[in-house]
């Protein structure tokens, strides 16, 4: 084994973490969390920006490359552009990108591509302001849609992601495919996972992979099927003549394992080696107990080794709650 990378037992290499900088939102999308917000934790329980930056200096000299911010709302956490300035200092770190709300975040956006930040993931679930509203539970429509502007004139890459909500956005669907004729942006419509933070949630359809391809086709039959690319959450497609493309991303259904070169922490410094694990170990109290840097990048290489085949297999692990519940504020999603 390559004592200086992390491989896992299926031959797996990680090079890319998700790292949630904070559990809080300014939203409260119905799909992620109850209207009165999902549980946050006390403010000490969250990794420092200091920690973060170890542990992902730490996983660089162990070959991880990309770092996505993700939340809760990244940009929630105070002084995040300080953290992505530091963050930018690694020399072994390629790429930062983010996922975001885009709320309220227009005045960043300048300056985000000083620093490492190659891809901004945009959530927009709705292009119609009221259902906006409904769906995020904020009346912010017209500030997320000045940063999708914003982001599209930036030169940074952005992808719009679209949770697809049975009988709230399908109807939209094909609309969303229509904006990449003449953008140069990836439209990702994800499959919504049946947990908000309070438990299963009932969907009267699910509205999968399969079913949502079926829906673009009605709209656009000769759609073009794109190569596969390794490690890629999504399948992508493009429309004939169009600037930009379409994903799919079947999170639920979890077709895409066999290749996942990812592992998570969440903004309590838990290491997750699947988004269905509840969490392998506490990063955060391993180095508040004063461990160094060699004994933080060899509990790395144990625990990746354990990484479970597929987010099915994490699933039947779980010990505590048999049923994915959390929110994916703060998994990290
Ligand atoms: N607040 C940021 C945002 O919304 O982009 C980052 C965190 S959010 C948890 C990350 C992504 O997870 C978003 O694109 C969001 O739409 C998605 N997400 C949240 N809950 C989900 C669910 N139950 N099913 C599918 N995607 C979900
Ligand atoms: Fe907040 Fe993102 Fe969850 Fe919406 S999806 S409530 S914006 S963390």
Redesign the pocket.
């Known amino acids: 084994m390559n004592m200086n990378k992390l491989v896992d037992s299926f031959g797996r290499q990680i090079t890319y973490m998700r790292l949630?900088v904070t559990d809080r939102?300014n939203?409260r999308?119905t799909?992620?969390m109850p209207a009165a917000g999902a549980n946050i934790v006390e403010r000490k329980e969250l990794l420092t920006f200091k920690e973060m930056y170890r542990i992902t200096r730490v996983l660089t000299e162990l070959g991880v490359n990309k770092v996505r911010l993700?939340?809760?709302?990244?940009f929630v956490r105070k002084d995040l552009m300080g953290f992505i300035k530091m963050m930018s200092y690694n020399d072994l770190l390629d790429e930062i990108n983010i996922?975001?709300?885009?709320a309220g975040i227009a005045k960043h956006v300048e300056e985000l591509s000083k620093f490492k930040v190659k891809t901004v993931?945009?959530?927009l679930?709705s292009l119609s302001p009221e259902k906006f509203a409904k769906i995020t539970r904020r009346d912010v429509f017209d500030e997320v849609w000045n940063t999708f502007e914003l982001l599209e004139k930036s030169g940074l890459k952005l992808k719009l992601?679209?949770?697809v909500q049975s009988g709230v956005n399908t109807d939209e669907i094909n609309d969303f495919v229509a904006l990449t004729k003449d953008r140069n942006i990836e439209v990702r419509f994800?499959?919504?996972?049946?947990?908000?933070g309070v438990g299963k949630?009932a969907m009267d359809e699910v509205w999968n992979y399969t079913k949502i391809l079926g829906e673009i086709k009605t709209g656009y039959p000769n759609i073009e099927t794109l190569p596969l690319v390794k490690s890629s959450t999504s399948r992508l497609f493009k429309l004939e003549g169009a600037k930009g493309i379409v994903g799919i991303i079947p999170?639920?259904t979890r077709t895409i394992c066999s290749d996942c070169n990812r592992i998570r922490l969440t903004s309590t410094g838990q290491l997750k080696n699947c988004l269905f694990d509840e969490g392998v170990y506490s990063i955060r109290d391993f180095i508040r107990n004063g461990a160094s840097n060699e004994e933080l990048k060899q509990l790395f290489i144990d625990l990746v080794s354990k990484k479970p085949k597929d987010g099915f297999v994490a699933e039947a692990n779980r010990k505590k709650n048999k049923n994915v519940s959390e929110?994916?504020?703060s998994?990290?999603?």
């Open positions: 949630a939102c939203l999308c799909y992620c993700t939340g809760g709302e990244p996922t975001t709300n885009g993931n945009l959530s679930d992601n679209v949770v994800i499959e919504e996972m049946p947990f908000n949630r999170a639920y929110s994916m504020s998994i990290g999603g």
